[in-house]
């Protein structure tokens, strides 16, 4: 039974509660799950169109990592002061009630395990841990602020004022040009928040944890993702091969739609909030 986009949200929603109701139910989000905490979506239909920077760029230019630094250290702030939403703690209360098995998450905002959630495998990284590329050490970003602040004290948040900050803590600035960055202070290397950019892989030992989240569950809960890129589409690739039925929760379409038993346009929090009062938990 497939429930399409144009059918009303009450006969999608008993749709999808039909299909997971008594499962076992693993959850995949987007940065849709995050739009009522303030966060914008990448792709969703009122998103403005980004250029997300490329970790080649970041890499390979002393003036990409200069733009990218300014950007976040002002953005951090914003996505830092950010809470969860009642979708973020509907899924939380789903994994207590032993409905939901565990949530791959392709945001790097943390509000998955700020709202409760116990077992959050964190795809892409998270804006509030920083790596080494050159002896890989790992410091908390809050650490980095610091250094940050003292360098760049016109960066003030005071003179900030209210920029647009996107997803992955990239806030909208007009010039970057005297902005200094901070070093590894152990080895001098390249500093780079732990977040997987366009154009790197994402690590295989994160990989293979989301798989054997997916493997643990009888059904798959897909929320606030367009799965316009392969490292979430797989998952629904890889758990429709095996047979387990897949609800996509999007505004608009998203390219999992094929492969979704049910499709439900409309709003995470609202249609999470509901599902929590339809699903009960496996026998």
Same mark, same amino acid.
């Given at each position: ?38 966060? /914008? ?37 914003? *996505? ?144 606030? &993702?367009?799965?316009?890129?392969? &490292? ?14 897949? *609800? ?32 009960? /938990?496996?026998?």
């Amino acid at each position: 039974m497939t429930a399409h986009a144009h059918a009303p949200e009450t006969e999608a929603l008993a749709a999808a509660a039909d299909v997971l109701t008594g499962r076992r139910v693993a959850v995949l989000t987007g940065a849709g799950v995050s739009t009522d905490s303030g966060l /914008p979506d990448y792709r969703g239909p009122d998103a403005p169109p980004r250029r997300p920077m490329t970790y080649q760029q970041f890499v390979g230019d002393p003036a990409y990592r200069r733009v990218y630094w300014a950007r976040n250290h002002v953005g951090r702030r914003r *996505v830092a002061t950010t809470r969860p939403n009642p979708g973020h703690e509907a899924i939380a209360r789903l994994e207590a009630r032993g409905v939901v098995v565990g949530v791959v998450t392709q945001n790097v905002d943390r509000l998955h395990t700020a709202a409760g959630s116990r077992r959050v495998v964190e795809l892409h990284g998270s804006y509030a841990d920083v790596v080494c590329l050159g002896c890989g050490a790992r410091t908390p970003r809050e650490a980095l602020a610091g250094r940050l602040e003292a360098l760049n004290p016109h960066y003030a948040e005071a003179e900030v004022g209210d920029v647009e900050v996107a997803p992955d803590a990239d806030a909208v600035l007009a010039s970057t040009e005297d902005f200094r960055v901070a070093d590894c202070e152990r080895c001098g290397g390249i500093l780079k928040p732990d977040i997987t950019f366009f154009g790197e892989q994402v690590p295989r030992e994160r990989v293979a944890a989301a798989f054997a989240l997916v493997d643990d569950a009888d059904a798959l809960l897909v929320a606030g &993702s367009s799965l316009a890129v392969l &490292s979430g589409r797989r998952f629904v690739v890889h758990a429709a091969r095996n047979g387990l039925p897949v *609800v996509v929760v999007n505004r608009g379409p998203t390219r999992g739609d094929a492969l979704a038993a049910v499709k439900v346009d409309a709003g995470t929090t609202p249609t999470l909030l509901a599902l929590e009062r339809l699903l009960t /938990p496996p026998a």
